[in-house]
């Protein structure tokens, strides 16, 4: 598809609470049409905004899981998304039989376009999910080609090249992120950090929603980012703890011009494949 | 090899000049002199320390080129390590026949330990060297697992994640970084960045010693840094335009612990390299 010429992009920084779908979904939606009325046409929410995150039990996450299609988060944000003509894209538990996934959706005005499911898991989603088995798939719509990844993701550059080589303009990051240790206060996040690295070296924007508060025990760190395909951050670090919704200008074609970095360079091009065989040995 | 327990690492930034290699090596030699006098233990010199690097022609960059072993620099760099039980990695213009590579010596105090091949070149850089052809070699040393990487091989992800899937503890990197366009005044290198990035998501050390000065109209950035697997900057930035030395205490143990980030995760064993096909597919 040829994408718009540029368009405005929110990125939607909450606190959805556990277990509480109903909600967490009456909230997205109010927070959505809050972002189009200040003129978004993509939306971007957290990972898990349909049921939070800090789960007691796998049954108690198995509880709070969906369904994609017909599962009553996707319904709400289709019918939003069709009756102002704009995509949105979210972190959903996605309940697939006994399976769960920690997923995010990609949809459109006429409906779901896909989805991702988190490959990388953190800390005790380990005993919840099901690591995510559909690669990084690049979506290709009316504002572009996007990619999804979730959180811990970015943590693994590959994750981030991958996309990029898939085609990716903009990749969206619904994301629950938790503080790190080793860095010292006041310094600038290392999600901060590792998302302006990865859009700099793949040539792409990166916009990540993150979720705020905490839930039984477990901070989460808001900061949500927008960040252009030179590493510039464009809109954020939200704040670390208050409701807020940032917004940017995206223009792909701009970016996939701005990849040609002199006569002899370029990002995606000057990879040399041939020598990175390391990384696809299975250990 | 059992790394010793810490040492004391330096990055010296200087103004090599472009041609004049006695000049450049006898500088060198004196500043690593003073780097030892204030404690280091490795000594990082920038980039193509022994020959400047804007050269107008490939002649005028072969007649500026050395070879490795029995090469003036590297036997000058290995009797003041050898002089004082230290380590040197630095830049050096390595001619091997009628080809240059843009290159790193790794010298200990018997001599000479390895090398490494710049194999992703900036701009004109590609009508003067060959690429590397040596792939990505860990060092094991008395000092820990080193790698090295040159400049712009750091915008590849790839290349700190080969090093560490390799094994290194400490990553140099000899540079002479650019300007890079598209940021605003004042923020934060993406140089700096990028190598927080590479620190902090493979859990090693990383040491770079750029040059500073003007050079034939191009222009480069110092900034000289260390950072810790954390991704904290333990030294610098250094300035832009001085000449200095950065010194910061190395623990290769102590990060090789730190690796283990919960009772799930760690940033190198969470890859999935199942999925990571993309990476080396040949274009």
């Known amino acids: 598809m040829t994408p718009i010429p540029s368009f405005r992009l929110a990125c939607v920084q909450f606190r959805p609470d556990v277990g509480q779908n109903d909600g967490n979904r009456a909230r997205t939606v109010a927070l959505i049409e809050e972002a189009v009325r200040r003129g978004a046409s993509l939306v971007v929410l957290p990972e898990l905004s349909s049921s939070g995150y800090q789960f007691e039990s796998r ?16 319904a709400a944000w ?19 039989g006994d399976r769960l996934y920690n997923s995010s959706v990609v949809i459109g005005p006429s409906g779901l376009i896909g989805s991702y499911r988190k490959t990388h898991l953190w800390n005790a989603e380990n005993t919840i999910f099901t690591p995510g088995d559909l690669g ?41 992120w938790v503080p790190m240790s080793g860095l010292p206060a006041g310094a600038p996040a290392m999600a901060t950090i590792l998302t302006q690295a990865a859009a700099h070296s793949n040539g792409v924007y990166i916009a990540a929603a993150d979720r705020i508060g905490v839930e039984r025990g477990q901070a989460f760190i808001g900061q949500s980012v927008i960040v252009a395909d030179s590493g510039q951050v464009l809109a954020g670090p939200a704040s670390s703890d208050a409701e807020e919704i940032i917004f940017a200008t995206i223009d792909v074609e701009a970016a996939r011009a701005r990849r040609t970095w002199n006569q ?12 990175y065989d390391s990384l696809t040995q299975r250990s």
């Not at 049954?59 to 996707?74: I, K, N, R």
């Not at 289709?78 to 697939?96: N, P």
């Open 78 to 96: 289709t019918e939003v998304a069709h009756e102002h003509g704009i995509h949105v894209v979210g972190g959903v538990a996605e309940r697939d």
């Open 264 to 275: 002899f360079n370029n990002p995606i091009t000057d990879r040399r494949p041939e020598i």
């Open 136 to 176: 990084f798939p690049v979506f290709d719509t009316a504002l572009g080609r996007l990619s999804v990844l979730i959180c811990y993701d970015g943590w693994f550059p590959e994750t981030y090249r991958a996309c990029a080589l898939g085609g990716a303009d903009l990749i969206c990051v619904p994301t629950n």
């Open 59 to 74: 049954d108690e996450a198995l509880a709070a899981g969906e369904p994609l299609s017909g599962g009553p988060t996707v």
